[in-house]
């Protein structure tokens, strides 16, 4: 039986600050790119991508609520930059790289239907949270 990817896909989740020694200005994440498959598996292809985002000077004696500044849609867009390459090689993501990530989930994907199918941002539900409650 062959299987078929639906779906590409990062889910980005929240770094808890006792998981890492930031300092109290930043936010730190964690990014996992995953695969939707045809017979109902969700296969993560590799996590061991994330960032930072420092949201205020640590010279800035006022704190702030963090979490002010942060929007999805900026998550997001930082959610696909760490997932995509850093050369300028004009490719949009490294689709042989994940084709070899899916074949260790014995998954034969050629490049062309990689780039073809959709691909999206996720986030955690505690990260979906914290969005939600944020001040305005």
Request: net charge negative; aromatic share 8%; proline share 7%.
């Amino acid at each position: 039986m062959t299987v078929d990817v639906l779906a590409l896909g990062a889910w980005c989740d929240l770094v808890p600050a006792q998981e890492y020694s930031a300092s109290p200005v930043g936010v730190s994440f964690t990014v996992h790119e995953f695969a939707e498959l045809d017979d109902g598996r969700r296969v993560t292809l590799h996590s061991e991508r994330g960032f930072t985002s420092w949201l205020r000077s640590t010279s800035d004696p006022q704190p702030a609520d963090q979490w002010a500044h942060l929007t999805p849609e900026g998550l997001e867009s930082d959610v696909r930059t760490v997932v995509l390459p850093d050369d300028d090689n004009g490719e949009d993501h490294p689709w042989q790289w994940l084709a070899g990530l899916l074949r260790r989930h014995g998954v034969d994907a050629s490049i062309e239907r990689l780039s073809a199918v959709p691909y999206r941002v996720e986030f955690s539900e505690r990260l979906t949270q914290k969005l939600s409650a944020r001040s305005p």
